[in-house]
């Protein structure tokens, strides 16, 4: 609940404090709430070095190779009524390397690839690293793409990926990040978020 005290202050209240709060975050507070209880809960998840080999800049369908367990992993995640967002900076396009409708080629193929998973949505920034631009991780514009697209309650969500950005923009957002490495995979984070549902 949010209330004007006697000096015309507002506060919210937390746990049955009432905490100053200015107008901005009396506007933002309410969307939290209402996240928190109507939200959808996710998994974000990086591409490259995350799901597939990165092999630098990929520009063709065919050079995309998944590893082999995140299909089944995706698929626990799906069942278990997680959104799977994918999140990923893909320069190759403001390089001019590669057009949108060569992207949209190449995560079609990830999407037959990661059968019998299912990745309900895919969010790219395809930006220079030097652009400037809100949406490139570590930044949260894909994220807030996502939050107005399908209403995620972010504070009971995850990220997956493998780098220290993939961790801040997850971070940023308030879900709780994994970060995979040859030792800890894309299932190894799964199985921890499962796991911790139960």
């Not at 990086?46 to 299909?71: A, K, L, Q, W, Y």
């Not at 799977?84 to 060569?102: A, K, P, Y």
Request: glycine share 10%.
């Amino acid at each position: 609940m949010i209330i004007r005290d006697g000096d015309g202050e507002l506060k919210a209240d937390i746990d049955g404090c009432f905490v100053p709060i200015t107008r901005e975050e009396s506007e933002i507070v309410p969307a939290i709430v209402e996240r928190s209880i109507f939200g959808k809960r996710a998994v974000f998840f990086d591409r490259d070095d995350t799901i597939n080999d990165d092999v630098g800049h990929c520009r063709r369908p065919e050079d995309i190779s998944i590893f082999p367990f995140v299909g089944p992993a995706l698929k626990r995640l799906n069942d278990a009524g997680l959104m799977t967002i994918m999140i990923t900076n893909q320069s190759v396009i403001g390089r001019g390397w590669l057009d949108e409708e060569g992207l949209s080629k190449i995560h079609d193929k990830v999407r037959q690839d990661v059968l019998p998973g299912r990745i309900d949505d895919i969010f790219f920034c395809p930006h220079l690293p030097d652009g400037g631009c809100e949406c490139r991780k570590p930044g949260i514009g894909m994220a807030l793409q996502a939050l107005e697209k399908y209403n995620i309650d972010t504070l009971n969500s995850y990220m997956i990926g493998d780098g220290d950005r993939d961790v801040e923009f997850g971070e940023a957002i308030g879900c709780k990040s994994y970060k995979v490495s040859d030792d800890y995979t894309f299932a190894d984070a799964v199985d921890d978020i499962l796991s911790g549902l139960r």
